[in-house]
């Protein structure tokens, strides 16, 4: 049974940071693009960040450029989002998911999702 179990979320002052962590199990982890995506209440959930099973290609989406940073760590199976510089529009749930190929995943077809966590930012 695959989980992808996000933590860290919570509530943070504009211009504050949180780190988000996803720890996955029942997969082989270094098979799939890891992603975060995010849904804000009454809006679509959307596409944050993906990385590669070697780190080689990352993606961000053009809203958190230079303000998030993903990573992975395959030996604990757990892929991370530093968050940055946040804004109360980074105001979501967030979501940890697993895919096949970064094309695929940043169009939002997914494998495996978590369960979320959610970012609220205070302004």
């Known amino acids: 049974q695959v989980q992808l179990l996000e933590s860290g979320g919570g509530l943070v002052q504009a211009g504050g940071s949180l780190r988000l962590s996803c720890a996955a199990s029942?997969?082989?982890?270094?098979?799939?693009?890891m992603s975060w995506f995010r849904q804000a209440p009454g809006k679509e959930r959307q596409f944050v960040a993906g990385i590669t099973w070697s780190g080689t290609s990352i993606n961000y989406a053009d809203s958190v450029k230079g303000r998030f940073t993903i990573s992975r760590d395959n030996a604990k199976n757990t892929v991370y989002l530093q968050m940055n510089s946040l804004k109360p529009e980074d105001t979501a749930v967030y979501y940890c998911?697993?895919?096949?190929?970064?094309?695929?995943?940043?169009?939002?077809?997914?494998?495996?999702w978590g369960q979320g966590t959610q970012v609220t930012v205070s302004s």
């Open positions: 998911a697993a895919g096949d190929r970064v094309g695929e995943v940043v169009r939002g077809k997914i494998n495996y």
């Open positions: 029942g997969l082989t982890f270094s098979n799939y693009v």
